[in-house]
């Protein structure tokens, strides 16, 4: 119960805020149901204690999370390091703004140049914020030649505000929110014919996920990232990556455009970017970041140093952990459990998508039901694009997490009626 003295003087005449010391996870969605906007749909679950790839509820319940964190917690929950960063900076400084300088964001910064391209950074505080930084950087270098179109791909996911939403060529989502931002072009994934028909000398930029996450974990097919490189050149548009989802190390590589043979003008990244702490960023190369002059764009939390701080104990953690060649070990466990389960089940599996720790399995029926039946089963994973089966686990899930978490979800698949 909050009551004074630590609340300021003009507050004391309100009423105490009271909470019991631990609310029963049905007494939290009471409280959600009357104070909280209804706008995610959530599992009856309130969870309260993270550790690596365990997680507990309210009651005491542990489950097993193979989604941790919707991809953010990429070394875990709590993971020792970010823990330890935060609560020391916490001490020191929570915020200054963008007029001062400070040592993290600095850190940060480098330490991000020198594991991509050697750009520099904007810093922010979600994937849709980067995004919208992203656009506005492309069309801010294209403008004088009349390059102001945007050309993105179907299927894409790029975030929720109104730029990054409408770069997000999936019409559900725009559904009653029309009108949309002018400008944009969408066209078929993996499609460089479509491509080569779409970006003209009006194009600023190709925004494109090098893997599509929430579009079902779609790998680029051969040459397709290159391609798409090879006519930005051509062209003179930028290629911006949208690394929101596959960033830091999911794939095996700091940015997944690294198993591929190209850079990128720009790229966006922010979910695992600070081991779980709300992040984002937008790097661009020396030429194209020289764009952007005092007063063009800023985001008053982004780059504070908890967050930096954060980030740059993430980038420690994966790498005195040897955690990107782990991911790809990772990665290869499940792809043998998920083969024995095509060969089971020939019928309901009907593809395997997997880069390190980025993770699908395509159903030839709605995943929804595994989701549930996991969940009962205290296996917390997730489905996306109604048959995809998409787990996003943490670079420090051991082998029997793996195994104990396949061994469920291979019940749950041969428990679906046929
Ligand atoms: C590829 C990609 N871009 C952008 C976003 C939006 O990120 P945020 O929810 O942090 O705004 C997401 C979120 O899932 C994403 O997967």
């Not at 790029?158 to 400008?183: C, D, I, S």
């Not at 994966?318 to 466990?333: Q, S, W, Y």
């Amino acid at each position: 119960m909050l009551s004074p003295p630590f609340l300021p003087s003009s507050y004391r005449s309100l009423p105490p805020v009271t909470q019991t010391a631990s609310p029963s996870t049905a007494e939290t969605i009471a409280q959600f149901d009357q104070y909280v906007i209804g706008n995610y749909r959530r599992y009856p679950v309130c969870l309260v204690r993270g550790e690596g790839s365990l997680i507990w509820d309210a009651e005491g319940t542990r489950y097993l999370d193979f989604f941790p964190g919707w991809g953010c917690n990429l070394v875990g929950h709590c993971p020792p390091r970010v823990v330890e960063a935060v609560r020391e900076q916490i001490g020191l400084l929570i915020h200054v703004p963008n007029t001062w300088y400070t040592e993290a964001q600095g850190q940060f910064a480098q330490m991000l140049s020198e594991r991509s391209f050697g750009g520099k950074a904007f810093f922010c505080n979600s994937g849709a914020e980067a995004n919208e930084a992203a656009i506005k950087l492309a069309r801010a270098h294209g403008h004088a030649a009349g390059r102001t179109k945007i050309v993105t791909m179907e299927g894409g996911f790029h975030g929720r505000t109104y730029a990054a939403l409408t770069a997000t060529a999936q019409p559900k989502y725009h559904h009653g929110f029309e009108p949309m931002v002018p400008g944009f072009q969408y066209i078929r994934h993996n499609d460089l014919a479509a491509a080569d028909a779409a970006v003209d000398e009006g194009t600023a930029a190709v925004l494109v996920e090098p893997i599509q996450g929430e579009g079902g974990v779609r790998l680029p097919g051969p040459g397709y990232l290159e391609g798409l490189r090879k006519l930005c050149d051509e062209r003179g548009a930028l290629l911006i990556l949208d690394e929101v989802q596959t960033g830091l190390g999911r794939t095996g590589t700091w940015f997944a455009y690294q198993n591929f043979a190209i850079e990128p003008d720009i790229l966006t990244c922010a979910k695992a970017l600070a081991g779980g702490v709300a992040a984002g960023v937008m790097m661009a190369t020396n030429e194209v970041a020289e764009t952007l002059k005092p007063g063009m764009h800023a985001s008053t939390f982004g780059g504070n140093p908890i967050a930096c701080r954060a980030g740059i104990a993430t980038i420690e953690t994966i790498e005195e952990d040897g955690l990107l060649e782990r991911g790809k070990a990772i990665g290869e466990r499940f792809r043998g459990h998920f083969e024995r389960f095509r060969e089971e089940m020939p019928t309901l599996v009907r593809d395997i998508r997997i880069m390190g720790v980025m993770i699908g399995m395509e159903l030839s029926e709605d995943a929804s039901a595994v989701v549930a039946g996991c969940l009962e089963k205290r296996l917390l994973i997730n489905a996306t694009h109604g048959t995809v089966i998409r787990l996003l686990p943490a670079l420090n899930i051991t082998d029997a997490q793996i195994d104990e978490g396949c061994a469920i979800l291979g019940d749950v698949l041969r428990g679906l009626p046929s």
